[in-house]
Nanobody, 124 residues
Framework: QVQLVESGGGLVQTGGSLRLSCAAS????????MGWFRQAPGKEREFVAS????????SYADSARGRFTISRDNAKNTVYLQMNSLKPEDTAVYYC?????????????????WGQGTQVTVSS
């Protein structure tokens, strides 16, 4: 069974930065694409960023592009989301997820395993 554990969330002021981490169990982490999603209060969960198995292909939501960076360290079974220039509208629970293949996708339903999420709150 794959387990994903997010960390790094917290309270930050507008314009600040946070780095989220997602640690994965298992020996096959490097074989799969990974993604970050978020869900704000009263809203549906939405795509934020994704990365393929070796980190050579990334994809970002328009809201994240230019401010967020997804990366991975396969030796540590960990995927990261560096978030800069944070805005109040970035406030949400952030989830990492494992894609069903080595590729990447923006479609939530194509991700097989999900973490429990980490809260990010950006104060104005």
């Amino acid at each position: 069974q794959v387990q994903l554990v997010e960390s790094g969330g917290g309270l930050v002021q507008t314009g600040g930065s946070l780095r989220l981490s997602c640690a994965a169990s298992g020996r096959t982490f490097s074989s799969y694409g990974m993604g970050w999603f978020r869900q704000a209060p009263g809203k549906e969960r939405e795509f934020v960023a994704s990365i393929n198995w070796r980190g050579s292909t990334t994809s970002y939501a328009d809201s994240a592009r230019g401010r967020f960076t997804i990366s991975r360290d396969n030796a540590k079974n960990t995927v990261y989301l560096q978030m800069n220039s944070l805005k109040p509208e970035d406030t949400a629970v952030y989830y990492c997820a494992r894609y069903r293949t080595s590729a990447t996708s923006t479609a939530q339903y194509e991700y097989e395993y999900w973490g429990q999420g980490t809260q990010v709150t950006v104060s104005s």
